[in-house]
């Protein structure tokens, strides 16, 4: 794929992101990190690479990181950073997701205030949602773990 086939996926895919409510320039970023050779550069790189300014990219990468996309490493022999993508962001994205965590003692102090009415029901309904989601999104991730492995070793199940 040539460089501006790569370009065009860059801005399709930062746009699909975008659509499922990323900010754009985060959107831009994260897929620019995905398809570089290292899934690692600085935010001068960044800003290089998309034509975009480094403030931008200054916000657009404290967001990936707040979501967990992405991770800030310190460029060895410098004062700069590198912002890395690998092939376990999603793990922590799905495993690790705070909203699950806050949203559980959310709701159980609600359940609490709310008593035996109906309210609580429903809150308590909600929390056995997020305690399944949490269940089988770790469970997703040992199956994928498993595929992973074979697709790395050669296998496909295709």
Do not use: C, K
């Not at 999603?90 to 909203?99: I, R």
């Amino acid at each position: 794929m040539g460089a501006h086939e790569v370009g065009r996926f860059v801005e399709r895919f930062a746009s699909t992101l975008a659509d499922a409510g990323f900010p754009r320039l985060a959107a831009r970023v994260f897929a620019t990190l995905l398809v570089s050779d290292e899934g690692r550069m600085t935010a001068a790189e960044l800003a290089r690479a998309l034509r975009a300014s480094t403030g931008g990219v200054s916000g657009a990468v404290r967001y990936l990181v707040q979501v967990r996309l992405i991770r800030v490493e310190r460029e060895p022999g410098t004062r700069r950073h590198a912002y890395v993508v690998d092939g376990s962001w999603y793990e922590a994205t799905v495993t690790g997701n705070p909203f699950l965590d806050r949203g559980e003692a959310d709701l159980r102090a609600g359940i609490a205030a709310l008593g035996g009415s109906p309210a609580a029901g429903r809150l308590a309904e909600t929390l056995e949602l997020i305690l399944f989601l949490r269940a089988e999104t770790r469970a997703m991730m040992l199956r994928w773990q498993e595929r992973r492995a074979a697709l790395r070793a050669g296998v496909s199940e295709r």
